[in-house]
Structures are given as structure tokens and as C-alpha cells.
């Protein structure tokens, strides 16, 4: 893994040591057999400014099952600007919590993260991290915002062992979060 990528993770993991958490409302999250994943966490810091600008959470403890989850955070982020973010994917149904996002970056040549923003001007994604054929993953992107609205935005980890091609199709769905998100 490059030495930007580690950087990365280092500061979204000590981003998320610092910052507090708002719940919002649920949507579902699909989880395969490939990865258990209950926690996504976004992690944004201003590009311009090197500050955090905020951690939103989604964390299902069960997953598909009945219990909704217990934090479902709005992205909230500027208009007109640019954020460094980073993914934090966890499995909080072990002790000690699983850090699978390591998992995801020592196998990414199997991973690759979507993003979808709906209206698309809400915030345009580029994927930042490359894996050993210089096909993105999507652990580290480039946000940036338009201007003031309201809308959604879509995450979707895709596990593509063998097939990987820097598109959708092949594979299965590891986790898929679609965020309330505001840019206000």
C-alpha cells in the first residue's frame, strides 16, 4: 500500500477519536457473505484548511436483521468546497472491533467503492487510492460540493475477486449506504 494511503487511514482513525456523532434516520445496508460490516464511517476534512469537518456514521450492530441502526448520521458539509475523505469500514460484532477497512486496502485489488450522489451536483466523488493494476478502491476521495442543497448520497462497497475492471457489474455487494446529505 502506498505510504499516502496509510497516512490517510492514520488521520481518518484519529479524526474519529476527536469528533462527535448526530443520528438521523435508516436506510438498509446490504451485507454478502464476502465481509461483515456493520460500521461505515465517513470521514471528511476541508482540502484548503486541513480541519476536520465532520465524521458521519452509519452503524448497524445486526445488519439485515429487525433492530434499526443505532446511528444514521446526515452528511453535512459547505458549499462550493473540496474535502479529503476517508472511509472507516468496521466490524463491531467482534471484541476487539475489526478494522476492515485494513482488510479492504490489503485486498484491494479484489474491493472498489461507488459513489452516488443524487442530484449528481450535490458532490462530485473521485477516487484517490489505486490498487496493484492502478484501478481506484475508493478508501481515500476527493469530495467536492456544489452549491446549497439537499439530496442523497449513495456508498456502495463492491468485493470483485479475480474480476475487477474498474466497473459495477462483476462481483457482489459487501455494504451499501445511501446518506441524507446537506450541503448548507
Keep these: 500500500m502506498k505510504r499516502s494511503n496509510k ?10 477519536a476527536t469528533l462527535s456523532i448526530q443520528s438521523c434516520k435508516k436506510e438498509p445496508v446490504a451485507n454478502s457473505e464476502n465481509e461483515v460490516i456493520t460500521t ?59 478494522s476492515t477497512s485494513v482488510q479492504i486496502a490489503e485486498e484491494a485489488d479484489d474491493h472498489l ?12 466523488v473521485s477516487i484517490q487510492d489505486k ?6 478502491v475508493g478508501l481515500l476521495s476527493k469530495w467536492t460540493t456544489g452549491p446549497a442543497g439537499s439530496g442523497t448520497t449513495k456508498i456502495t ?20 449506504v445511501t446518506f441524507n446529505t446537506r450541503i448548507q
Design 131 to 136: 490498487d496493484s493494476k492502478n484501478l481506484p
Design 7 to 16: 497516512l490517510g487511514i492514520a488521520i481518518a482513525l484519529l479524526a474519529i
Design 113 to 124: 467503492f461507488f459513489f452516488e450522489s443524487t442530484p449528481a451536483s450535490l458532490v462530485n
Design 157 to 176: 462497497l463492491r468485493h470483485q475477486p479475480g474480476v475487477k475492471n474498474g466497473t459495477y457489474n462483476p462481483g457482489d455487494t459487501d455494504v451499501e
Design 40 to 98: 461505515l464511517q465517513v470521514v471528511a476534512t476541508d482540502s484548503a484548511s486541513g480541519l476536520p469537518a465532520g465524521v458521519f456514521t452509519f452503524k448497524d450492530l445486526d445488519g439485515d436483521k429487525p433492530t434499526p441502526p443505532s446511528v444514521f448520521d446526515t452528511i453535512k458539509l459547505s458549499p462550493n468546497k473540496t474535502y479529503t475523505v476517508s472511509l472507516i469500514v468496521l466490524d463491531e460484532s467482534k471484541n476487539p472491533i475489526d
